[in-house]
């Protein structure tokens, strides 16, 4: 909540003068009715994840069935917990899959469902050789909870070349 406190307790020129008593008891005001938002804005703060205290964080991951994946970033653990419902939802789906990995910040992929040389229950997850590299814990954990308990997930990799 951004309010202009200087507009808003702006007083008339004649009254206006640095270092007055006057001018001291606004500021006073300003900072009491500041700090006084701020309370009453924190706990509507909490509800959203990317804005919530870490502890808080944890009670509504736990609340959303997300575990914190060892070395994962604060940032990412955060967007899992945001969107873990649109996430369990889309599960299924192949535009879930791609709205799930462009959310976590692996754009690049391509889902290949029922290939001709191997069996029917596999997928085949392609994705960049750097992004496999550096959030293969993070893609276990999306396959091991969001996957089809009917299908198999194998990594393929694509290196990109100018």
């Known amino acids: 909540m951004n309010i202009d406190w200087q507009a808003l307790t702006k007083m008339p020129y004649w009254l206006a003068r640095p270092a007055s008593e006057l001018d001291k008891l606004r500021k006073g005001t300003v900072s009491f009715w500041q700090r006084l938002s701020d309370m009453l804005a924190w706990p509507a703060k909490q509800l959203d994840p990317m804005t919530a205290e870490l502890e808080i964080l944890h009670l509504l991951a736990w609340e959303r069935d997300i575990t914190q994946i060892p070395n994962e970033t604060e940032h990412t653990y955060r967007i899992r ?27 690049w992929i391509t889902i290949d469902e029922r290939i001709s040389e191997t069996d029917w229950d596999v997928v085949s997850l392609q994705l960049l050789d750097s992004d496999l590299a550096e959030r293969n814990k993070l893609i276990d954990n999306i396959c091991r909870q969001y996957g089809r308990t009917t299908r198999r997930y194998q990594y393929d990799t694509i290196a990109s070349m100018p």
């Open 81 to 107: 917990v945001k969107y873990a419902l649109q996430f369990a939802k889309g599960a299924g789906s192949k535009s879930g899959w791609y709205y799930m990995f462009e959310k976590l910040g692996t754009p």
